[in-house]
């Protein structure tokens, strides 16, 4: 049996030590020994990445952003870091449910960029739909309805979660570099720009359990109108930007 491609599982922090560990212990029980956790620290004040580091296993591989950057490009940074085949996000908080890793990588093989599902950590049950109120989940048949796709990411309506995702390699020239007015969402922008160029998967399986808490860079609280109606106006800009990408890459 061919051996698994190898992992960069790319982790931003900031102020995470409270719930850390947990999650790194998830994620290093999955990892083989050719992998990393590559960890980029956004200038913590709570010595998550002394903690981190502490850990002493030799696949944690930390950085320390200079200065404050936000999660945006701390992400952006590790994925431009990262060495290996495959690279899978990673939020700080979260637990990891066993099998997440091997699954997201077989699904690599058939879709460049993969989402999947996600549980809540209290409740084991998926998130709900802000607009329909239905649980919110991926179906695999969906994948390749693009315009569909692209619609429920303008209606906010699309679960993407970059903690979910994973991403070969040859994804990168579609993803990186981020765009310049990228300050939000930046899974809706893997999410968009692999949905443009058809080659994005979704999973069914739920990979992670996602604690929700009131530090988390994203919640699924409802925006007042102003922070809505600028996030359509950033999610337009992105779809283009995405054609765009795909145009150039198949001119190449």
Do not use: K
């Not at 099998?99 to 599902?117: E, F, K, P, W």
């Not at 106006?233 to 283009?240: D, K, T």
Request: glycine residues 4%; hydrophobic residues 40%.
């Amino acid at each position: 049996m061919p051996e698994r491609p190898s992992v960069s599982v790319c982790m931003a922090t900031y102020n995470g030590s409270r719930f850390v560990r947990e999650q790194i212990d998830s994620i290093l029980a999955q990892l083989h020994e050719h992998d990393e956790l590559l960890v980029i620290d956004d200038e913590s004040t709570d010595g998550t990445a002394d903690l981190v580091e502490d850990i002493g296993d030799r696949r944690i591989v930390v950085h320390r952003n200079a200065r404050n950057l936000g999660y945006v490009r701390t992400f952006e940074r590790a994925l431009t870091l990262a060495r290996n085949e495959v690279l899978v996000l990673s939020d700080q908080d979260d637990v990891w449910i066993d099998g997440r890793l091997d699954a997201l990588v077989d699904a690599t093989a058939s879709h460049a960029v993969v989402a999947s599902n996600l549980l809540l950590l209290e409740s084991h049950a998926p998130l709900r739909s802000p607009i329909t109120g239905r649980p919110w989940l991926l179906r695999s048949r969906d994948a390749a309805r693009r315009m569909r796709n692209e619609a429920r990411i303008l209606l906010g309506d699309a679960p993407y979660f970059g903690c979910t995702m994973a991403l070969r390699r040859d994804a990168l020239d579609l993803v990186l570099p981020f765009p310049d007015h990228l300050d939000e969402s930046h899974d809706l922008w893997i999410a968009t720009v692999a949905n443009a160029s058809a080659v994005l998967g979704h999973l069914e399986q739920p990979t992670l359990l996602r604690r929700v808490h009131s530090d988390n860079a994203s919640t699924p609280r409802p925006r007042g109108v102003r922070a809505a109606l600028r996030s359509r106006l950033l999610l337009l800009r992105l779809w283009r930007e995405a054609r765009r990408r795909r145009s150039s890459l198949r001119s190449r």
